[in-house]
């Protein structure tokens, strides 16, 4: 299986690209992003981006992939709408757009969250925004398209959130990992990785996972 990874410098990122390199099923990783990750590994190459609405000098490369996991995103605290809109809807829904054109076969997992708006129409303004995301990436005639909805997420195995409160508030937590572990609406890092990679290769039986649905696959 050959995975397209967006946001692997992020939290969530990072975890699925440990979990992608770990697994023997993955053959290779291209990483791409506004920034590359610096690890060194035989299975992974890097591409920078700078331009999510404008994808045509990298379509080459970005063709013959099985999977896309697109863990590219970022908090709403501060953001008005609009802003908000243009990364999470507008830079997700261009990149689907090629991908879909470039490899039709493609598995697309898109990193939404738990409390997502399918309506559109809430009160909430990211899950409004992740909603209608949603809504437009299960219109394009993608081989498969899910929707993964985590909750709480405890990052594993030296991944660290690049916003610093969240680090602060992760290294304080951390004595009771074990504990948290044990809530529903708790998933990890590794969790995530592991359930994008599993349902990649055996399909699931819904479009939407939610927090259960990730830690039992």
Known sequence: MKVLLFGA???VGQGVLRECLL??????VLSVGRSITGQNHPKLSE???NDFMNL???EEAITGYDACFFCLGVSAVGMSEENYRKISYDFTLSVAQTLVKLNPNMTFIYVSGTGTDSSENGRIMW???KGKTENELLKLPFKATYMFRPG????????KSKTKLYRVMYQVLRPIYPLLRN???VTTTEQVGRAMIHVTKSGYQKPYLENSDINSI
């Open 56 to 58: 045509t000098n990298i």
């Open 9 to 11: 410098t992020g939290m």
């Open 127 to 129: 899950a409004r925004v």
């Open 47 to 49: 591409l920078e981006l």
């Open 152 to 159: 709480v997420i405890l990052p594993l195995h030296g991944v």
């Open 23 to 28: 697994d023997e099923s993955v053959q290779s």
């Open 183 to 185: 809530f529903k609406s």
